[in-house]
C-alpha cells in the first residue's frame, strides 16, 4: 500500500521529520523514500518542483495526490489510515477534548516558535541569514528573549499534565507527532536541559518511541554533538 507513496525529505527538517514519525505510526515503512540534500540544493530540483512548487521538503504524494504542508500530509495519513498502525486523533469524547486543546496549544507554539527560531534573522539562523556587517547584538537579544518566554509556557504547560504525559493525556497523538521534531531540535542546538527540566523529560520519554527511533535524521545520528546555540536561552 505503501508502494505508491513518495516522500521527499531532508535530514534534520522538522516539518520532513513529522510526516516521517506518521508514515511510521501508521505502518506505511516502504515506501518511495528519497534523502535530498539541502547543501547541494537538491530540494530546487525538477524532481520536487514537480510536487511542491515551492521548492521545500516535505513533498509529498500518494498516487496522484499530493499533499505537501507537513500538518496536512500528517492529517491526511491518519484520515486514509484510520484503522491502521496508531491511532492519532482519539475517539473518546474525554480524550479528543484533551487533544483539541493540546492541538491548539501546539499550533500557536509552533507559529511562534517558527517566527522566534527559524525564521530568517532568528535565533538559531541568526549568523546564517543576515550579513555580518548588519548584526545587531540587541536584536539576537530580543529574538532570545522571546524564545525563552515561550518556553517557559511550554514548561509550565508539561508540569501542568504531570511527569511521563504525552501532550494530550496518556495517549501518544498527532499534537506529539507535530510538535516532537521541533522540541529535539531545541535540545540538538544546545537548549539547556536543567533550566527546562519539563521539557527535557517530554524529550527523553518521546526519544525511545520506536517510530521515532526509526525516523532519526541521519546526520544527527552521523554527527551526535549538536551545537550550543541556544544554550543561554
Ligand atoms: N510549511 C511547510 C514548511 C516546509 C519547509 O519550510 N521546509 C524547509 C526545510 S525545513 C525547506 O524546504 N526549505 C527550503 C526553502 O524554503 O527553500 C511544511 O510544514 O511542510
Redesign the pocket.
Known amino acids: 500500500m505503501a508502494r505508491n507513496m513518495t516522500l521527499l525529505w ?1 535530514s534534520g ?4 521529520w513529522r510526516v516521517m514519525i506518521a508514515l511510521e505510526e501508521k505502518k506505511l515503512q516502504g515506501y518511495n523514500s528519497k534523502l535530498l540534500s539541502f547543501d547541494k540544493e537538491e ?2 530540483s525538477q524532481e520536487v518542483f514537480s510536487i511542491n512548487p ?5 513533498s509529498f504524494k500518494h498516487g496522484d495526490i499530493i499533499v ?4 496536512a500530509t500528517c492529517f491526511y495519513l491518519e484520515s486514509q489510515f484510520k484503522s491502521q498502525g496508531t491511532k492519532l486523533i482519539p475517539e473518546s469524547t474525554e480524550e479528543l477534548n484533551y487533544f483539541l486543546k493540546s492541538a491548539v496549544f501546539v499550533c500557536v507554539c509552533m507559529n511562534k516558535i517558527l517566527i522566534f527560531l527559524f525564521c530568517p534573522a532568528a535565533v538559531i539562523f541568526y549568523e546564517y541569514y543576515v550579513p555580518e556587517g548588519e548584526r545587531l547584538d540587541s536584536a539576537l537579544k530580543r529574538h532570545k528573549d522571546a524564545l525563552t518566554s515561550e518556553l517557559k509556557l511550554w514548561e509550565e504547560y508539561l508540569h501542568n499534565l504531570g511527569s511521563g504525559s504525552n501532550l494530550a493525556g496518556k495517549s501518544f497523538t498527532l499534537a506529539d507527532v507535530v510538535i516532537f521534531p521541533t522540541v529535539a531540535t531545541l535540545f540538538r542546538f544546545g537548549l539547556s536541559e536543567k533550566r527546562y527540566p519539563k521539557l527535557a523529560e517530554y524529550y527523553a520519554l518521546l526519544r525511545e518511541r520506536p517510530s521515532i527511533k526509526a525516523s532519526w535524521p541521519p546526520h544527527w545520528l552521523e554527527n551526535t554533538k549538536g551545537q550550543d546555540t541556544l544554550k543561554d536561552v
Open positions: 531532508g527538517s522538522p516539518p520532513c530540494h530546487k515551492r521548492g521545500q521538503v516535505p505537501n504542508e507537513s500538518y
